[in-house]
């Protein structure tokens, strides 16, 4: 039996690795874009992608259509907010919907921010907080 699994899981393995090559690097929506960088590591099936530009509700579809292939091949997600210019609740939402939903299934999502000004504000107010920044150590 340890044989079968052995096979098994370097079947998987491989067929991670040929899922990661055929992932586009970048995924570009009207002034946004997600970049996707899955881990290089063989043993673990991870990946950041680092969103940036308008995040709001003219974005939530393309980028809900776009992601929700990616996250079937991969355990752990990064979702990383930088440089972003505008962001609603809408996208806030679709966040919440992906890391909640893909924890039901068993897999890790992380997500952090790096916002400003009035972003923040939106996120603090609408009580997402905990959601959207990982608590920094002091």
Aim: hydrophobic share 40%; charged share 30%.
């Amino acid at each position: 039996m340890p044989a079968s699994r052995s096979k098994s899981t370097a079947k998987k393995q491989e067929e991670t690795t040929a899922k990661k090559s055929d992932l586009p690097e970048v995924i570009e929506m009207r002034d946004a874009k997600i970049s996707l960088h899955p881990s290089k590591r063989k043993t673990i099936r991870k990946i950041k992608l680092i969103l940036s530009g308008t995040l709001n509700i003219t974005n939530v579809d393309q980028a809900r259509s776009s992601l929700l292939p990616v996250f079937e091949n991969f355990d752990y997600l990064d979702f990383q907010l930088k440089e972003v210019s505008s962001l609603d609740l809408s996208f806030i939402q679709l966040l919440y919907h992906f890391k909640y939903s893909f924890a039901q299934k068993g897999k890790n999502v992380t997500i952090d921010s790096e916002l400003t000004g009035e972003s923040r504000k939106i996120i603090v107010h609408a009580g997402f907080e905990e959601l959207m920044f990982i608590p920094k150590l002091v």
